[in-house]
């Protein structure tokens, strides 16, 4: 791997860690503020909202500018989202802020790797990338649940800076400020990614015009014969995934009567499977091999199904670590073999944009659908039925359209999987 590539894992992982640990504090600012369970979980589809509402326009801007300084000014952003909620606007809008910045730096933190590397190191790179974030995903809501916990925020609120006053009265609030230099560590490591030499696309003056231009590269992605099949499989996978990092905080309390200090090491916990499945992916599976992996999928929705019947936390978390394990080993190879589509078809930064609006779509959705059967009394029981019915009934209709795929168009995948098994060898 190219040195450039060690700094971008550097800064996705201190981005991502932020991310994640604000989660904890933002659901736990929620409840000692007395809100709503309803809120809580809108956390989930609010911070995907402007992911679907600038789909057409952020991939374009990666795309215009240095990925580097892109995903310095998306920190930027989500620092402010931070200040926001640390001084007095509403934790939905503000969470939604930071949404807006993680929503801009996407595109340029997945289309930089296939700017810097060839396209035979493509699915070890995302291997380590989504690995690596799946680590910051554990150790943020880690140290999430610790920082709103009593033992180390009464550390924290006991720290008085001299002569300044602030307003940081409770243990999420002083969480949160210890966020906001985490994301400064993560910008800073932007400013050491490398220019790639790759040619800007410049961004048209009349941004409406990317409107079209947006629905041409999402109608070329899911009318591709490989690009259709992972684009649906990681769709559905990032759709429920991102909703379940809620709803097994939401069950950890409901079956083990855990607090979001307790509850956060599971949600680490089912994460530790996805990085390990995720390396191992990295390591075993070819480009053109990625559709393989698809009856994963309808095994995932079935282990998340049996957690309404476990009781117990011995139990739960290798149960917990198989089913992420599971979720690791499918989207690694499924999402590299849609990056290698869409930078084909389009570009790196545009497919990553369409990407993103795809999932985004399917968590805004799921977690609009989530949000509105809570405030109707759903229980996370139910909740949990019903995604893994989700998962498994759409894992195995997705099966079946790339197995008519390979009966109707059968030359068309060949030539496609040959490109694929090309740039895999000589990339």
């Known amino acids: ?24 504090g933002a659901v736990q600012l929620l409840r000692g503020a007395g809100a709503p369970e309803w809120q809580q979980a809108a956390l989930v ?34 620092v402010m989202g931070c200040l926001m909620m640390l001084f007095g606007s509403h934790p939905l809008i503000a969470y939604a802020v930071v949404g807006l910045g993680a929503a801009a730096y996407s595109p340029a933190k997945y289309g930089i ?93 009349n941004l409406l015009a990317l409107l079209p231009d947006f629905w041409r590269c999402n109608s070329a992605l899911w009318r591709d014969k490989l690009g259709q099949i ?32 307790q509850a956060s090491s599971l949600v680490g916990v089912v994460a530790i499977g996805t990085a390990v499945g995720a390396v191992v992916a990295s390591m075993r599976m070819r480009l053109e091999h990625a559709t393989r992996v698809m009856p994963l999928g309808i095994g995932m929705g079935v282990l998340v199904i049996l957690l309404n019947f476990i009781d117990n936390v011995w139990v739960a978390a290798p149960f917990l670590v198989l089913l992420g394990g599971l979720g690791g ?33 399917c968590i805004l959705g799921l977690g609009g659908l989530y949000t509105l059967s809570t405030g109707l009394g759903l229980s996370a029981f139910g909740a949990i039925t019903g995604f893994g019915l989700i998962v498994a009934g759409f894992m195995w209709l997705i099966q079946r359209w790339h197995q008519a795929n390979l009966a109707n168009h059968g030359a068309e995948v060949e030539r496609l999987m040959e490109i694929a098994r090309n740039d895999d060898l000589h990339g």
């Open 230 to 261: 992972s684009l649906a499989t990681t769709t559905l996978f990032w759709g429920v995934s991102g909703n379940l990092r809620y709803i097994v905080l939401a069950w950890a309390a409901a079956a083990l009567g855990y607090s979001v200090t």
């Open 45 to 78: 589809p609010m911070f995907a909202l402007f992911y679907v509402i600038l789909a057409p326009f952020v991939g374009a801007f990666a795309d215009a500018y240095p990925k580097g300084k892109v995903m310095l000014m998306s920190n930027t952003i989500k």
């Open 329 to 361: 080993f499918l989207v690694v190879p499924m999402n590299a073999l849609l990056q290698h589509r869409g930078h084909n078809l389009m570009g790196a930064g545009r497919s990553i944009a369409v990407q993103n609006f795809n999932e985004q779509a």
């Open 113 to 205: 790797l296939t700017e810097l590397l060839p396209a035979s190191q493509l699915v070890k790179a995302n291997g380590w990338i989504e690995g690596l974030t799946i680590a910051s995903i554990i150790l943020g809501v880690l140290i999430g649940g610790q920082l709103v916990g009593p033992a180390v925020s009464a550390h924290l609120l006991a720290f008085d800076l001299p002569v300044l006053h602030t307003s940081i009265d409770t243990a999420p609030e002083a969480a949160i400020s210890v966020l906001i230099f985490v994301y400064i560590l993560a910008a800073w490591f932007n400013t050491r990614i490398p220019d790639t030499g790759v040619e800007m696309r410049p961004m048209p003056k």
């Open 1 to 24: 791997m190219k040195r450039g590539f060690y700094t971008i894992m550097s800064a996705q992982f201190f981005s991502s860690l932020a991310d994640n640990a604000l989660f904890v």
